[in-house]
């Protein structure tokens, strides 16, 4: 394990050099594929749809709307984001999705109770064009929902069989030359990683023998990745944060990235947070408690499904400020975080936070956040800039083989990385890197903000 560490650690520097990568263009249509056709997935196919028709603008995207300074302040160079590196159009992105659920994907959008029926009404022929196939389910991760729309199989094996297909089939009826799945649905029961995980020998035969510790979103990825198509969870799942899934994604040249997207508190966590270290600003405790109305909030309104939420969420601080480099700032912290779920709230979230801090002297001071914001909106253009990153990733000869792409760190709760490195928390550390890494498949200088050159 230590060898492997330094081999990625020799790598890294390797590629601090400015030569560009080989990136194939982005021709033809992307083919989008989504479990679970919620709130979530409603929202971001119908605002790709609202942004092509030109009838609203795609807020909150760095692929579409983010700018990346290249070269010296001075030279003046902040082109767009997707001007500078080849992604996906818009105008050829097609969607497909599974649910348990029958609803078309306007009347799950409706359902949902997002987007207003103003806007969903001039889009509807496309929403209910989109009919979601016949999803994998088991009530063991996820108890307190149900549907009609599921597949049935003798094995996990004969599922997986089941969802390859469906791929198959969406390639060649949507003629997408390329593919990306990404996970939209509810939060899975919390699963501890366990022997039929540790290798992709073991996981196929765990398939076949319906092994009880392989879950749902487990089927998804791997039948994504056999298919040769990138996967990015956006829950907190195990999913393919094991050992077999990464194996396999590198296997196949399929990118993988996770866990859960980074919307509302967390976000604010990962705002906040650095603020505080940056300062040297102490902590003794942050009190976090939601609620929230949505399918979302009903899921995990089970205890099981909770635990692997709280897991995501109670990780962020302590990476981010380190207690055991700052025994007496942070050594103490009492963190705790509650989810309720509240039916009248929908998916309109609200985020409530105590933070009890204290500076020069020890002296104790108070912040109090309240964040009434949208879940889904702030989730749709994260699930955006992933699918199109990570089909850049695929189309990227520096990328495709390595498995875990850690450069979208900056759109989750609880980052992916290789065994042994902990994940990056802090949100503006999480852009450096995403931009960084753009600048590296171009060529361009990576940068440093040294800025001692200025002064020369």
């Known amino acids: ?25 982005a021709k033809g249509k992307l083919g989008i594929m989504i479990p679970g056709m919620g709130a979530v997935a409603t929202t971001f196919v119908a605002g790709v749809e609202a942004v092509r028709k030109k009838l609203s603008e795609p807020i909150g995207s760095l692929t579409q709307m983010g700018t990346i300074r290249l070269g010296k302040r001075t030279d003046a160079r902040s082109p767009k984001v997707k001007e500078f590196v080849p992604l996906a159009a818009l105008s050829d992105l097609a969607f497909t999705g599974w649910d348990i659920f029958e609803d078309d994907m306007y009347s799950a959008a409706v359902k949902a109770g997002v987007l207003e029926h103003r806007l969903l009404d001039q889009i509807k022929p496309f929403l209910q064009s989109i009919k979601p196939q016949t999803a994998v389910f088991d009530n063991n991760y996820i108890r307190n929902i149900d549907g009609p729309n599921k597949k049935t199989g003798k094995s996990k094996a004969d599922l997986a069989e089941q969802v390859r297909d469906d791929i198959r089939r969406f390639r060649k009826t949507s003629k997408a030359d390329r593919l990306v799945m990404i996970w939209c649905g509810s939060t899975e029961a919390f699963l501890q990683p366990s022997d039929v995980h540790s290798s992709l020998a073991k996981f196929e035969k765990g398939l076949a023998k319906n092994d009880p510790n392989i879950a749902p979103s487990m089927i998804y990825a791997y039948a994504a990745l056999q298919e040769g198509v990138p996967y990015a969870n956006g829950a907190p799942n195990l999913t393919v944060d094991i050992p077999a899934m990464c194996d396999l994604a590198r296997e196949k040249q399929a990118p993988i990235c996770g866990k859960d997207y980074k919307t509302g508190q967390t976000l604010m966590k990962t705002i906040l947070a650095p603020g505080f270290k940056a300062r040297l600003l102490g902590m003794s405790g942050w009190f976090s408690t939601n609620i929230l109305g949505n399918r979302d909030g009903e899921v995990l309104d089970d ?42 709230r929908g998916d309109n979230k609200e985020g409530w936070d105590n933070i009890d801090i204290f500076g020069w002297l020890g002296y104790p001071m108070q912040i109090k956040v309240d964040f009434l914001c949208r879940d889904s909106i702030l ?27 850690e450069w979208l760190s900056f759109y989750f ?35 440093t903000h040294l800025g001692l050159e200025y002064y020369d």
């Open 1 to 25: 394990m230590a060898t492997k560490h330094v081999s990625a650690a020799r790598s890294d520097r390797k590629s601090l050099s400015p030569t560009s990568t080989e990136i194939q263009p």
């Open 303 to 344: 205890p099981a499904s909770f635990k692997t939420k709280e897991e995501s969420k109670l990780s962020v601080l302590e990476y981010i400020l380190q207690p055991e480099l700052y025994p007496q700032l942070y050594g103490n912290i009492c963190h705790k975080v509650k989810i309720n779920y509240y039916p009248p």
């Open 379 to 405: 989730a749709a253009p994260i699930v955006l800039d992933l699918v199109l990153f990570l089909d850049l990733a695929q189309r990227s000869s520096d990328l495709r083989g390595r498995g875990i792409q």
């Open 413 to 447: 709760k609880s980052p992916m990385t290789v065994p042994g490195l902990y994940p990056e928390h802090d949100l503006f550390i999480q852009l450096m890197k995403l931009k960084n890494t753009l600048r590296h498949l171009k060529g361009e200088e990576l940068i």
